[in-house]
C-alpha cells in the first residue's frame, strides 16, 4: 500500500530502480505515498545508489531470517496469520462488555503493550466527544506516578469498570503494581466471580505470573505470541483488543496492514522501505545527522509519534549506534522548536507524516471588520491552510539544511493506520539491519530495573543495595 513519488530525486534511482506503472505493480498503486523530494540537494546519486544496495542486502537478511534477533520475526505475517478466533474473540470481549454497561476500560500495561492501541485510539477517536455506545479507554501501568493513578482510582469509582491486563511475566514493576491495584478495587466492588468476567489478561501462552493468576481465577485470555516482541506487536491482541473495545474496526486494520506486507515482499529498489532505510542510514552515515524527526501536521497523530520512537530507538539504539528518534507536533511545535530545527545544530532530519483529506469540513468565514486580517482565507478550508503551512515550513527547513523525507495517507482510518504501522516495522527491520545491530533485542532496558529494584530493597538484590547505598 506505499509507493515513493521522488519529486526532485527521480536522479538519485540506480537504473534498475525504474519501474513502469502497472496493473501487476503492487508498489505503484499504494494508498499510501513517499517523497524523498526533500533529501535531493543533500545527496549524491552514487550515494543513495549505494545505500539502496545495503538495503537491498538487509532486505535478503530480514527475508530468509538469517540475521540476529531471527527468532523474533513474528510480526512479519501478523496480518495474515492472525486466526479468525482471535479477531471473534476480541469481538467478542467487546460485545460482552457492552452488554454489562461497561463504560470504562482500564488498559494495563507499558511500552509496546500500550503505545500501538494508544496511537490507534488517538488518531480514530472524536477529540473531545466519547459516543455513548462506546466506553472510554484509558491507560495505567505506563508510570509510576501516585497522583496518575489515584485520580484514575476517582474516575473509576464513578464508572462501570473492566480492565484489560497486558504482560508476557506479569511482574514488570509499572504494570504489575496498577494490576495489583485496580484488580483489587474490581473484585471489592464486583466480587470476585464478577471480576473475573471483567479481567481480560493478555499474557504469554504457558508460563509466567500472568498467566497462572489467569487460570486460577478464570480470567480469560490471549496470547502474546513468543516470536513477537513488543513493539511490534500492535497486530496482536495486545493492540487488537483494545482498539476493538474502544469500538473501532480490527479487520479493517489487518487488512490495510495485510495488503501493505503484500506491496513490501517485492525485493525491489522501488521497495518503499527499502528506499526509506537507505535513505535515513545515508542521512545519518554520510551526512552526519544523527536526529530523525517525526513531523505531524494533525494532532491525531501525536501518538503515532510516541509508538515510532519507541518502535526505532528500542531497536537501533544499542552498540553505541543508532538514530536518535524524535518528534514534533506543527504547526503548534512550529512556534517552540520551529526556531532550533530552522537554524540551530544542524543534526537533523525530518520523516513527515502528513495526511491529505481530512475526514471533516471546516471552511473560513468572512469579516465586515477584517480587524484580524484574514478576509483574505474568507471560503477556503482550514486543511488547506494547514497544508500550506506543512509546504512553507518544507521548502523553509531544506533552504535551512535540514533534509525532508515525507509519508502520506489519505486518510485517517483503520486500513490505512494498519498500513503505516507495518511500514514501519518492516522499514525498522530493514534499517536496523544496514546499521549492523539486532532489531529486536533490548538489553539496555535492563539497567536502570536492575537498580530501581535494588533501590527498592527487592528480595535477591541485597548485593546491589549495599553498592547502590555506598555511591549515593
Not at 485496580?182 to 500472568?210: M, N, P, Q, W
Not at 506491496?263 to 521497495?271: F, I, R
Not at 549506534?321 to 537554524?343: C, R
Not at 533485542?441 to 536502570?448: I, M, S
Amino acid at each position: 500500500m506505499m509507493r515513493f513519488f521522488l519529486g526532485g530525486l527521480l536522479n538519485l534511482q540506480p537504473d534498475n530502480a525504474r519501474h513502469c506503472i502497472n496493473g501487476n505493480n503492487l508498489i505503484s498503486m499504494n494508498m499510501i505515498k513517499v517523497n524523498l523530494g526533500g533529501c535531493s540537494s543533500f545527496v549524491k546519486d552514487a550515494d543513495y545508489s549505494k545505500y539502496v544496495g545495503k538495503a537491498l542486502d538487509a532486505f535478503d537478511v530480514l527475508q530468509n531470517e538469517s540475521g540476529a534477533g531471527n527468532d523474533f520475526l513474528g510480526w512479519k505475517t501478523l496480518p495474515v496469520d492472525v486466526t479468525e478466533d482471535i479477531i471473534s474473540g476480541c469481538e467478542a470481549v467487546r460485545d460482552s462488555w457492552k452488554a454489562k454497561g461497561i463504560n470504562l476500560v482500564i488498559v494495563i500495561g507499558i511500552g509496546g503493550s500500550y503505545l500501538g492501541a494508544k496511537c490507534a485510539l488517538e488518531a480514530l477517536s472524536h477529540s473531545f466527544v466519547r459516543p455513548a455506545d462506546q466506553p472510554q479507554v484509558v491507560f495505567a501501568g505506563n508510570n509510576l506516578s501516585e497522583e496518575y493513578l489515584a485520580e484514575l482510582m476517582d474516575l473509576a469509582k464513578t464508572s462501570n469498570v473492566a480492565v484489560i491486563v497486558i504482560s508476557k511475566s506479569g511482574t514488570t514493576t509499572e504494570p504489575a503494581v496498577a494490576f495489583r491495584i485496580f484488580k483489587e478495587y474490581v473484585e471489592a466492588t464486583y466480587g470476585k466471580a464478577e471480576a473475573a468476567e471483567r479481567i481480560v489478561a493478555i499474557t504469554d501462552a504457558s508460563r509466567g505470573a500472568l498467566k497462572t493468576l489467569s487460570n486460577q481465577e478464570g480470567y480469560k485470555t490471549f496470547v502474546v505470541p513468543d516470536n513477537v516482541g513488543g513493539r511490534y506487536s500492535v497486530l496482536t491482541p495486545v493492540g487488537l483488543l483494545p482498539i476493538a473495545v474502544a469500538g473501532f474496526d480490527i479487520r479493517a486494520m489487518l487488512a490495510g496492514a495485510a495488503e501493505e506486507r503484500e506491496a513490501l515482499m517485492v525485493k525491489s529498489a522501488d521497495n518503499a522501505a527499502v528506499q526509506y532505510a537507505a535513505m535515513r542510514n545515508l542521512l545519518h552515515l554520510e551526512n552526519g545527522k544523527s536526529t530523525e524527526i517525526l513531523v505531524t501536521y494533525n494532532p491525531k497523530l501525536t501518538f503515532l509519534a510516541e509508538w515510532w520512537k519507541q518502535l526505532y530507538g528500542e531497536s537501533e539504539g544499542k552498540d553505541l549506534k543508532g538514530i536518535f528518534p524524535a518528534s514534533v507536533a506543527n504547526t503548534a511545535d512550529l512556534h517552540s522548536m520551529g526556531q532550533f530545527i530552522q537554524e540551530g545544530s544542524r543534526i537533523m532530519f525530518e520523516t513527515v507524516v502528513s495526511v491529505e483529506k481530512s475526514n471533516r469540513s471546516v471552511v473560513i468565514g468572512s469579516d465586515e471588520q477584517n480587524l484580524d486580517q484574514l478576509n483574505y482565507l474568507a471560503g477556503q478550508h482550514v486543511n488547506h491552510c494547514n497544508a500550506m503551512a506543512q509546504l512553507g515550513t518544507k521548502l523553509a527547513h531544506i533552504d535551512g539544511g535540514v533534509p525532508q523525507m515525507e509519508v502520506s495517507i489519505e486518510s485517517i482510518n483503520e486500513k490505512n493506520l494498519g498500513a503505516i504501522f507495518y511500514f514501519f516495522e518492516f522499514a525498522c527491520g530493514v534499517s536496523a539491519y544496514v546499521l549492523g545491530v539486532n532489531p529486536f533485542n533490548q538489553p539496555g532496558v535492563e539497567a536502570y530495573k536492575k537498580n530501581m529494584f535494588a533501590l527498592l530493597e527487592k528480595p535477591g538484590y541485597e548485593e546491589q543495595t549495599k553498592a547502590i547505598k555506598a555511591r549515593i
